[in-house]
């Protein structure tokens, strides 16, 4: 017990360093935003929520299988890393990826088709949840083992600097990712050959159920790059203006001077570690003080404190990516299952001649 008393207070301090204005009105009207963007900021988290609300239902009825990791309580910090990017740069990210994949402009019926393993699907129905990917919106996939992701991320930043152009890479990954060795291994290279990639922790609190200084001997996880002499930056992952100019910051870095940065925003996952998790480990004062900061809900709060959003559209609004949902999974449901016929096609991306291809059942191949 005494152990349970000093992590949930440690996280609560981890919570106090990063929380700021919160998307106050005062801040929002301070900040001079047009009132067109941060509607748009808005309707975006909605429409995050809203679409892992309903993932989350679906599961329940089998309607996805497989592993399911949800972006809930994560939204102001996925719009405001999106919003530093332009369209020509990349993403990698990991296995969390359902709001990063809308926010970079997939539709979300094929969403919604890949989580349902079907042929419409952003990846045809092979990735499922974890594995989104679109070369046409730059979204180099997610990936599910821990850590995977960062080298590749760094590859991508080494021919970007190889043919000299300007794009930037962006790497989301989870805070228990920063325990592997392929996160050290990433952030030296990075660093060493000045590529211009923006190394993202999103830190929720949690690596699964182990809370962050638990398992990290230094929890402010963002001064680990200090080691590599590289830039980096906390900042309120419930803020999304924040966590926008942090990002932009970090990007013009990368694009401008070709060096990396780790970025590290604070915010809560609002549910267990996958749809499977009942996140036992978490005490109720804790689940409380995590609905109280509700990054959808004080933003809302802050628009119509500061006259952008009334209640009357604030309504119609979330009517509406109801109703978006909605046909996102009628979509889903109606689309057709991959043929059995296809099984083996896009194990890879050019032919192999000696490809295994054999059912379950067939008879053994002779061997030539």
Request: proline share 5%.
């Amino acid at each position: 017990m005494a152990l349970q008393k000093k992590s949930a207070a440690g996280r609560a301090t981890a919570g106090r360093r990063a929380r700021g204005a919160n998307g106050s009105a005062r801040e929002l009207l301070r900040s001079g935003e047009k009132p067109e963007t941060l509607l748009d900021y808005y309707r975006l988290m909605v429409l995050m929520r809203r679409f892992e609300q309903r993932a989350a239902e679906m599961y329940t009825r089998a309607k996805i299988g497989g592993y399911c990791h949800l972006n809930l309580g994560e939204e102001a910090t996925i719009v405001g890393l999106m919003a530093a990017l332009e369209p020509r740069d990349y993403l990698i990210t990991n296995y969390r990826e359902h709001g990063y994949a809308l926010a970079r402009g997939l539709e979300p019926g094929r969403v919604m088709a890949e989580l349902f393993g079907k042929e419409t699907g952003v990846s045809r129905g092979r990735g499922g949840s974890m594995h989104l990917f679109d070369t046409k919106a730059r979204l180099l996939g997610g990936y599910a083992i821990v850590g995977g992701q960062l080298p590749l991320a760094t590859g991508v930043g080494l021919a970007i600097s190889y043919r000299g152009s300007d794009e930037v890479v962006m790497c989301q990954m989870g805070d228990g990712t920063t325990n592997t060795g392929a996160f050290h291994e990433s952030l030296n290279l990075a660093q060493l050959w000045k590529l211009p990639v923006v190394f993202v922790i999103i830190n929720n609190q949690y690596g699964m159920g182990t809370p962050v200084d638990r398992a990290s001997a230094e929890p402010q996880l963002h001064r680990r790059a200090c080691a590599y002499r590289m830039a980096s930056e906390l900042v309120d992952g419930n803020d999304v203006l924040a966590v926008r100019d942090a990002a932009r910051r970090a990007v013009r870095r990368a694009r401008e001077e070709h060096l990396p940065t780790l970025l590290e925003t604070v915010s809560h996952r609002q549910r267990g570690h996958s749809v499977v998790d009942p996140a036992r480990y978490r005490s109720r004062e804790e689940v409380e003080r995590i609905q109280q900061q509700d990054p959808v809900d004080g933003f809302r709060r802050a628009l119509l404190e500061a006259g952008v959003l009334d209640e009357a559209a604030a309504a119609a609004l979330e009517s509406e990516i109801d109703r978006e949902v909605t046909d996102a999974v009628e979509f889903a449901d109606a689309s057709p299952s991959p043929k059995p016929a296809d099984l083996f096609a896009y194990s890879y991306a050019t032919p192999v001649s000696n490809e295994p291809r054999g059912f379950p059942g067939d008879p053994p191949v002779a061997a030539e």
